[in-house]
């Protein structure tokens, strides 16, 4: 809609503000006054990326066979301080979205709406692409009338400015509809732990998708900078695929599609995904490229995709080759800086993080032997096997097996750890429980968190064991840091690896690895302090396997303990309580979550194949009664925390306060 004059003004405008002024409409225009590149291009998705004239870069993402729904990036390089300005030219309704982020509504039925996720946002970036620091943009002018609305922003010297926004056209008023009717499910927090932080509604997508690439959303040690985060992107589409199954609505299945393009779009030609994450040398961490090869094989498992599956054999090519032979059998290693001893010493010197060659086990010097991103390569790498039915790469999962097997197996010097571990439980204590230590028992706490614990390396080293006395599994065998809180993420990925491979006798030790936190102090420790507390959220992952694969009663117990403990830490929950994960469920199998009108309490989706099985969880210390406001469960067996029954209904039951209800059918066949 145009009134008199007003091209004419709007020139004036942009000639004024040196060409700084951007129509919306425009910005989704795939033409411009610079280059163009085509990014990628398959039948779901389409990615052009603009590289205008006037220092201005713009990511248009489309969907082919979705109707008419878009997305673009806009990106102001950065370079003298300078007044910018985005204008929609026609009648808007400004109106903040239930989902997050704002949305321009047409007044006129033949114009499109936009979706503004998130504000723009300052940024410094360096060569590589980490972003170094990142601010608000200020808001300098707002103007709004019958016939355009525009926003002023103040883009200062040095600070590019990012920004995006999604087009939707009138035959998608079904997505703007959804937007504004979000349900409890959608506004539950979700954790993901690669950035060890949360994200809640559909707009906070744009909080780690920026500018086309998945980032951290965090300033992670030890550079204290975002990089891209492979496996943030796997938790963000399991959290979305598992949301579009409860809701239904077509926006979960563009999200997910573009989260998983963004990251076959930054796959390198070796098929790697490099991130930096810790020095400047752009390293590749091999948890995140099983992270990302996981996400692939979800969506070929989803939909036959050729660029999906290219990437995905580039991906398995790349990780076998990321190992080190040892005698004990193939290792997969955790990061390309283990390659050499020049790259490894280039990390000392860049994250003033030691290191000391060993020998162990007949691995390289610069192996560190860490045992979950082993684990996660096995489990991705046969998953491909699975998916693409393509078994060239069978030979290195035996041999990698083997590794496995033999490192779990070894016990060496028992009296000894055991003593050293009666030391080393004083440190895991809470605070309020290591005050009441004895004087001498006090002593041996510090000395052992001062002296003993950072010599660790040098006992594995010589009697090599990570299974140790008490059930707890360390996470490496070389490294000089001591990190007990990755005893969950062993414990996680030992369930993983052992449902790919249930020949694997890994029951005593997962057994006694769960042991080792329910009757201890260990939950409690980790909430205490942040950098600790993703560990809750990551033993609440790995009960949620155990469940998946045990039907005991205490799995559960200690599932909803783990749940009140992450509520209590003001913590997300794991996506895969969605009842979302590939690797549990076959996608063909997977049950919608119900959501519950009471937003307070929270759902655990343990169903899979032909059981349906809900666990309900009161972090309120009143009674709240249960009711579903979508995937209403009409009848279902309940039990109470004892196990006792109390109710074929839902409609009846009443949730205690700091307690939980579990509701479980298994269809028989016939």
């Known amino acids: 809609m145009t009134g008199p004059g007003l091209d004419t003004r709007r020139e004036q405008f942009m000639q004024h503000f040196e060409c700084s002024a951007y129509s919306l409409h425009k910005l989704f225009e795939p033409t411009g006054n610079g280059e163009s590149q085509e990014i990628l291009s398959s039948g779901r998705f389409t990615r052009i990326q603009l590289d205008d004239a006037d220092q201005t870069t713009r990511i248009l993402d489309s969907f082919p066979g979705a109707g008419g729904a878009s997305c673009c990036f806009v990106r102001l390089q950065r370079g003298e301080a300078r007044t910018i300005s985005f204008i929609a030219e026609g009648a808007y309704l400004l109106e903040a979205c239930p989902s997050g982020g704002w949305l321009l509504k047409a007044v006129q039925a ?3 709406s936009f979706w503004i996720p998130q504000a723009p946002i300052l940024r410094t970036l360096d060569d590589r692409g980490h972003i170094t620091a990142e601010r608000p943009a200020s808001v300098v002018g707002l103007r709004a009338s019958t016939t355009e609305m525009v926003v002023e922003l103040q883009l200062p010297a040095n600070w590019c400015l990012d920004w995006v926004c ?15 009717h979000p349900i409890n499910l959608e506004k539950r927090r979700y954790f993901l732990w690669g950035s060890k932080a949360s994200f809640q509604l559909p707009a906070d997508v744009y909080l780690y998708l920026l500018h086309g690439h998945v980032y951290t959303n965090d300033f992670v040690w030890p550079r204290k900078w975002k990089f891209c985060s492979e496996i943030d992107a796997y938790g963000l589409y399991l959290a979305l695929h598992g949301l579009g199954l409860a809701t239904q609505k077509k926006l979960y299945g563009l999200l997910k599609r573009q989260i998983l393009y963004s990251v076959i779009a930054r796959q390198a030609q070796d098929g790697g995904w490099y991130q930096g994450e810790w020095t400047d040398l752009m390293e590749s961490h091999y948890r995140l490229h099983n992270s990302a090869m996981l996400m692939l094989e979800a969506g070929l498992e989803e939909e036959a995709e050729e660029a999906v599956r290219r990437a995905l054999e580039k991906a398995a090519a790349f ?13 997969f290693l955790h990061d390309s800086l283990e390659g050499s001893a020049e790259t490894m010493e280039e990390m000392r010197r860049q994250t003033s993080t030691p290191w000391i060659p060993s020998r162990a086990l007949g691995k390289s010097p610069t192996n560190k032997l860490i045992l979950n991103t082993h684990l996660d390569a096995i489990v991705a790498l046969d998953r491909y096997r699975e998916i693409t039915g ?8 035996d041999s990698a097996r083997a590794a496995t097997r033999t ?7 028992e009296a000894l750890y055991r003593l050293l571990y009666c030391a080393i439980g004083l440190t895991l204590l809470p605070k309020a429980d290591a005050m009441q230590l004895s004087f001498p028992l006090r002593a041996i706490k510090r000395f052992t968190w001062m002296h003993l614990t950072p010599q660790m ?7 090599p064991r990570l299974v140790m006395p008490g059930g707890l599994i360390e996470r490496h065998l070389s490294p000089l840091h001591y990190d007990i809180n990755y005893h969950p993420v062993n414990v996680m990925d030992l369930a993983r690896y052992w449902r790919r491979f249930p020949t694997e006798d890994l029951s005593s030790i997962i057994d006694e690895a769960v042991k080792a936190v329910v009757n201890s102090r260990l939950l409690e420790y980790w909430s205490e302090a942040k950098p600790r507390q993703f560990s809750i959220v990551v033993w609440v992952d790995a009960l949620y396997h155990l469940c998946t694969m045990n039907p005991d009663q205490a799995y559960r117990r200690h599932l909803a303990y783990a749940m009140l403990k992450a509520q209590d830490a003001g913590l997300g929950l794991p996506p895969s309580l969605l009842g979302c994960d590939t690797e549990v469920v076959r996608q063909t199998e997977q049950q919608p979550c119900p959501s519950p009108t009471n937003p307070h309490l929270m759902v655990a989706n343990l169903s899979r194949g032909k059981t349906t099985e809900i666990l309900v969880v009161n972090p309120t210390h009143g009674g709240l009664k249960l009711a579903w406001e979508c995937n209403a469960i009409d009848t279902l067996p309940w039990t109470d925390s004892s196990g006792k029954a109390i109710s074929d209904s839902s409609s009846s039951l009443i949730v205690p306060g700091r307690s939980w209800i579990l509701g479980r059918d298994v269809k028989l066949d016939g």
């Open 110 to 112: 033949e114009s499109p």
């Open 166 to 180: 999604w087009r939707f056209e009138p035959n998608e008023s079904d997505i703007l509809d959804a937007l504004q």
């Open 319 to 331: 990780l076998v080759s990321c190992t080190d032979k040892t005698d004990i059998g193939l290792w």
């Open 390 to 397: 393509d078994d060239q790469y069978t030979g290195h999962i």
């Open 407 to 413: 490192l779990l197996g070894l016990r060496p010097a």
């Open 457 to 463: 390396h040098r006992v594995k080293r010589i009697f």
